[in-house]
């Protein structure tokens, strides 16, 4: 069970903040999003501020009242 916890939300979180941290570190890194990409950035952004963070807690600890 803490595999599957950990390869499906532990290691893609893990990828997606280190791969923040690298373009935040670089300050003239000429970045090609697409408009497809933009939007799935937005509407991620949109729904955990409105919830999606809160689900992920409860889900974690829903998970650990179960193991």
Request: overall charge positive.
């Amino acid at each position: 069970m803490t595999d599957q916890i950990y390869y499906k939300i532990q290691y893609p979180l893990k990828k997606a903040i280190t791969l923040m941290k690298k373009i935040d570190r670089e300050d003239n890194v000429d970045i090609s999003v697409s408009e497809s990409e933009k939007e799935k950035i937005k509407d991620f952004v949109f729904r955990w501020n409105n919830g999606g963070k809160k689900q992920l807690h409860q889900l974690i600890n829903n998970l650990r009242d179960n193991l």
